[in-house]
């Protein structure tokens, strides 16, 4: 089995969705609703056992609209999952104390935690393993929080060392996201994996991948142990990305078609 396709491998006879890991999800927000469909429909696609949604009413109803499988209520609500997956297209949570409060309270619950888009402010918090999702922008805001004040130029010009310097000093496993993604561990090991096509780079791709890493980290919670395995499944889950738009061929993509395409890739990554 390939390191990749370890990551990838389905249910059995003794599974059923509880087994098969359940993820929460507090993903859109009223100014962004759409990036909740895009990271559900990302999420389900993986193989997860069950999506639950904690957002606004008009966001829940959009997903169910979607995703009739998804359990939705509002993000103080969510119940208990194995994984998490917090921010994309969420407003900025220090506007909310409510949902700033329920942040905080799965940061720290020891869960395995995805923090994207809005939420990546939280990876310091964040008590249990923890995989931030950067594009080269938000990394340097992040960086600027650490100390160490960065334009996105800078983050372009060396992303493995501004990567690895993120993860070494936030304790979080980095996913830099861009034409090659690379992915950090605290220890400062890199990997990269450039994508196979360029067709990634439109609006909501990256809230489709914060969706299937959040989907493969809940299905591997019980036996995610290091943040090295945890940087192996995040280069599981770009490649499964990458392929999902690779293998729709070169014409222009919309990041939901992405999403759909995301099963189809797990077969293709899986082999016969
Ligand atoms: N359908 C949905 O619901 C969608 C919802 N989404 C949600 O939106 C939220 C915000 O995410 P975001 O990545 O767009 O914003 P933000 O982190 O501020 O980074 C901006 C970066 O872009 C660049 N940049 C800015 N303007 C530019 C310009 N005119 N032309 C070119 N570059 C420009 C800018 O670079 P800079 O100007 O700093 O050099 C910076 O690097 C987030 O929650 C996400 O999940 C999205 O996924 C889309 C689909
Ligand atoms: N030029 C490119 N070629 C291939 N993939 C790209 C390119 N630019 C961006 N990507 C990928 O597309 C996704 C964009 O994510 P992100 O920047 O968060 O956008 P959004 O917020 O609109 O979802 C990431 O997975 C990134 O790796």
Redesign the pocket.
């Known amino acids: 089995m390939s390191s990749t396709s370890r990551w990838l491998a389905g249910p059995d006879a003794g599974d059923d969705k509880y087994s098969r890991g359940v993820l929460a999800a507090v993903t859109g927000s009223l100014q962004y609703p759409g990036?909740a469909t895009?990271a559900v429909e990302g999420a389900w696609r993986t193989g997860v056992g069950l999506v639950r949604l904690g957002a606004p009413l008009r966001v829940q109803d959009l997903v169910l609209g979607r995703r009739p499988e998804t359990i939705v209520s509002t993000p103080e609500d969510l119940g208990r999952a194995d994984a998490y997956l917090l921010g994309?297209g969420l407003d900025d949570p220090a506007e909310d104390e409510m949902l700033r409060d329920t942040l905080v309270g799965i940061a720290d619950s020891g869960a395995p935690v995805v923090l994207?888009?809005g939420a990546l402010g939280f990876a310091m918090r964040v008590r249990g393993l923890c995989l931030v999702?950067?594009?080269a922008?938000?990394l340097a805001r992040m960086l600027g929080w650490l100390g160490r004040e960065s334009e996105r130029a800078d983050v372009v010009a060396s992303p493995a060392e501004h990567a690895a310097f993120a993860a070494e000093n936030t304790g979080a496993v980095v996913v830099l996201?861009?034409?090659?993604?690379h992915i950090a561990t605290p220890s400062g090991a890199v990997t990269s994996v450039a994508?196979e096509?360029?067709?990634?780079?439109?609006?909501?791709?990256?809230?489709?991948?914060?969706g299937i890493l959040g989907g493969l980290v809940a299905q591997h919670a019980p036996d995610l142990a290091t943040r090295e395995q945890l940087a192996e499944l995040a280069a599981a889950g770009?490649s499964l990305?990458?392929r999902a738009?690779a293998r729709l061929g070169d014409r222009p993509l919309a990041?939901l078609e992405i999403a759909e395409s995301v099963a189809y890739a797990t077969a293709e990554l899986n082999g016969p």
Do not use: F, M, Q, Y
């Open positions: 990036a895009l994309s994207d888009a999702t950067p594009h922008g938000e996201k861009g034409a090659t993604t994508a096509t360029n067709r990634l780079a439109t609006a909501g791709s990256g809230d489709v991948l914060a770009v990305h990458s738009a990041a």
